[in-house]
């Protein structure tokens, strides 16, 4: 099993430019989520969905979306780059095993900066 | 914002050594709690959950202080392959989104 795979692994954007993160889990999870992680920010959830054709906002939703069209696939997409979305991006997924209990198994990340 | 807070260190230990790290969060009604490991620019695996009874995984320790609101994490014989960014996570439960990571903190073991 390949786990949950991103792509692209890295990528340069200019202000203004759009692009797509696409995130794919082969362990048949419900859930999963996306991150940013910044230098002294720590972890942080930009929307997540708890199911195919669900999504939900999360701590810092702003700039971004999200699609889950398919189980295995979560989607973040930038409209509109902007230097402050420069960040390290992780998607995660995790089983249904209830909230309290959510092992959440990462990508490997991609790195982002917007010029 | 609830939240989660560490020491960020480094905390530089030789070989062999016992190193501890705490981490304080601020909201009361917090229900499950977990560390996990980051290595240098890999991403966020899980270590050990954490259980109000406490719970041991070879070297690796965790403790529940619901009282004081903080959980801990102590690493007996230190290796250098323990050298990683300790975070701490915190779920408050009603849904999935409630899960709060600490910043982490550093460890570097030394030979």
């Known amino acids: 099993n390949a786990g949950v795979t991103q792509t692209p692994k890295f990528r340069v954007l200019k202000t203004g430019q759009s692009m797509t993160l696409l995130c794919a889990q082969d362990?048949?999870?419900?859930?999963m989520y996306w991150y940013r992680q910044d230098p002294g920010m720590g972890l942080r959830l930009i929307h997540y969905?708890?199911?195919?054709?669900?999504?939900a906002k999360g701590e810092v939703p702003d700039g971004y979306n999200v699609s889950r069209l398919k189980k295995q696939n979560f989607l973040l997409g930038l409209e509109s780059a902007a230097p402050s979305q420069t960040s390290v991006y992780f998607c995660a997924s995790s089983q249904d095993r209830g909230v309290l209990y959510n092992e959440q198994f990462f990508g490997p990340g991609t790195r982002l900066t917007v010029l | 914002r609830k939240e989660v807070e560490q020491d960020p260190g480094p905390f530089n230990v030789p070989e062999g050594a016992t190193v501890a790290f705490n981490c304080t969060y601020s909201?009361?009604?917090?229900?499950?709690f977990f560390w996990y490991r980051q290595d240098c620019r890999k991403e966020p695996k899980l270590l050990m959950s954490v259980y109000s009874s406490g719970n041991e995984d070879g070297r690796f320790t965790a403790q529940l202080n619901r009282a004081s609101q903080y959980i801990s994490l102590l690493i007996r014989d230190s290796k250098l392959s323990d050298s990683a960014t300790y975070l701490c996570?915190?779920?408050?439960?009603?849904?999935?989104?409630?899960?709060?990571f600490g910043k982490g903190t550093k460890l570097s073991v030394k030979p």
């Open positions: 969905s708890v199911g195919e054709g669900t999504t």
């Open positions: 996570v915190v779920v408050y439960g009603g849904s999935q989104g409630n899960l709060i």
């Open positions: 362990m048949n999870h419900e859930y």
């Open positions: 909201n009361s009604a917090s229900q499950s």
